[in-house]
Antibody
Framework: QVHLVQSGAEVKKPGASMKVSCRAS????????MHWLRQAPGQRLEWMGW????????KYSQKFQGRVTITRDTFANTAYIEVSTLRSEDTAVYYC????????????WGQGTIVTVSS | DIVMTQSPLSLPVTPGEPASISCRSTQSLLHSNGYNYLSWYLQKPGQSPQLLIY???NRASGVPDRFSGSGSGTDFTLKISRVEAEDVGVYYCMQALQTPLFAFGPGTKLDIK
């Protein structure tokens, strides 16, 4: 069965960095890009970026360019998102999701990771 | 950039009654391959979003046939033929034509009367 399991909740101070992991299982992860999205309280889902699991190529939303880094460890079947210089507006639930090309949609989602940025 | 809108934003429904949600995009989502790059998701309370409909009108695996998607270009509709208690949550549409700027609608909150 296909699963995406994310790391646990984090509390960070403004200016710090955060790193969330997403471990994939049950499918050939190199065949589907992994995307990261977030949902701030009361806001719509927001796309942040993606990584090609096979070659490591990445693409980021212009909004987060320079502050977000997505990486992957193919041996551990795990993708990571790192966000630096955190501010209170980064408080959100962060999701990884598998983008399935045949559907042009996200067919599998991680359980979400709550990140709270507070002094 | 493509902007997605939905209506209504709140939808109280009596169990057994039908429900309909509209989604509109500021640009056509019809790809040259003939498919509309529009998907629908349901986020149940306390859960991650789950895929309901892809490419405008295709039900994802395991989705009950009371859910249907229709529309083309800039106007799309999600219909639930008979609402059940388990359908409560927030429904989102998403465009995937203009990548990488995957854009979601604001969400429609469905609850039971």
């Amino acid at each position: 069965q296909v699963h995406l399991v994310q790391s646990g909740a984090e509390v960070k101070k403004p200016g710090a960095s955060m790193k969330v992991s997403c471990r994939a299982s049950g499918y050939t992860f190199t065949r589907s890009p992994m995307h990261w999205l977030r949902q701030a309280p009361g806001q719509r889902l927001e796309w942040m970026g993606w990584i090609n699991f096979g070659n490591g190529n990445t693409k980021y939303s212009q909004k987060f360019q320079g502050r977000v880094t997505i990486t992957r460890d193919t041996f551990a079947n795990t993708a990571y998102i790192e966000v630096s210089t955190l501010r209170s507006e980064d408080t959100a639930v962060y999701y990884c999701a598998r983008y399935y090309g045949e559907y042009e949609a996200y067919d599998i989602w991680g359980q979400g990771t709550i990140v709270t940025v507070s002094s | 950039d493509i902007v997605m809108t939905q209506s209504p934003l709140s939808l109280p429904v009596t169990p057994g009654e039908p429900a309909s949600i509209s989604c509109r995009s500021t640009q056509s989502l019809l790809h040259s391959n003939g498919y509309n790059y529009l998907s629908w998701y349901l986020q149940k309370p306390g859960q991650s979003p789950q895929l309901l409909i892809y490419l405008g009108s295709n039900r994802a695996s395991g989705v009950p046939d009371r859910f249907s998607g229709s529309g083309s270009g800039t106007d799309f509709t999600l219909k639930i033929s008979r609402v059940e208690a388990e359908d409560v949550g927030v429904y989102y549409c998403m465009q995937a034509l203009q990548t990488p700027l995957f854009a979601f609608g604001p969400g429609t909150k469905l609850d039971i009367k």
